[in-house]
């Protein structure tokens, strides 16, 4: 997988195929402002909206975009009782089918899940766990998924782990650099995104991929996203493309 990454790093470097970007990663906001305005559930909302993943993904292998990022629920999201039990079981089921998906496996996607997924109930901390198993050695192309997820404390987890280092005198503060955080965040294998599609009325990159955004192109696509399709996402490419 290490030398997959090289070798893409190095072809994103070159400038290679035409700005083809080799990540993009996407928020999934503004699921239950549609479920507001439909008037329908919001575990109707979460069941559709989760949907829209499998034609993402098709997307992706389609065009040949080696690795997708998909926030699917921010570590706020616990604190909202009124709609966690709903999420949680629409990603579970998410996650049953990505297990047995022909999409998945003839294809041979990896799927990786960043973020603190481990606190999660039990009965979508297996069906991740199954997922991760079952595509551990698949390197055509890579879907991550933000579960529990927030930006600032995976930077903060990162130099917790440095510390750590520091502190058992395997490492010097002098030796912290950029590249050093890079290797100790959630996502250290996976180049950074070279676009953030932004769903959802706000302006914002929701914290997601906080460290590796900096140069990253931000498409906000102000649909939210039960709304979101194919046409919104070669949109935010050719946008990246032409920029």
Request: one cysteine or more; aromatic letters at 10%; glycine letters at 4%.
């Amino acid at each position: 997988m290490l030398e997959r990454f090289r070798i893409l790093k190095k072809e994103k470097e070159a400038g290679a195929a035409f700005k083809t970007p080799k990540h993009i990663a996407i928020t999934t906001n503004g699921t239950t402002s549609w479920a507001i305005k439909h008037e329908v559930s919001f575990e109707e909302a979460f069941k559709r909206s989760f949907a829209i993943i499998n034609n993402i993904i098709d997307i992706q292998v389609i065009h040949k975009i080696p690795i997708i990022t998909i926030y699917l629920m921010a570590e706020e999201t616990r604190k909202k009782p009124e709609i966690f039990s709903q999420v949680v079981s629409a990603v579970t089921d998410l996650f049953s089918s990505l297990s047995g998906s022909e999409l998945i496996n003839s294809n041979k996607i990896k799927v990786s899940v960043l973020g603190k997924w481990y606190d999660m109930p039990g009965r979508l901390v297996d069906a991740i766990k199954k997922v991760l198993d079952d595509t551990r050695d698949y390197d055509s192309f890579f879907v991550n998924f933000c579960i529990n997820y927030d930006g600032n404390e995976e930077i903060v987890d990162a130099c917790k782990l440095i510390a750590r280092q520091i502190t058992a005198d395997k490492l010097s503060p002098d030796a912290i650099n950029a590249d050093l955080i890079k290797e100790n965040i959630y996502s250290s294998y996976f180049l950074p995104p070279d676009i953030i599609i932004k769903n959802g009325r706000e302006r914002t990159t929701a914290g997601l991929l906080l460290w590796d955004s900096a140069h990253s192109h931000i498409y906000f696509s102000e649909k939210n996203w039960p709304d979101f399709d194919k046409d919104e996402l070669m949109k935010a490419v050719k946008e990246y493309q032409g920029k």
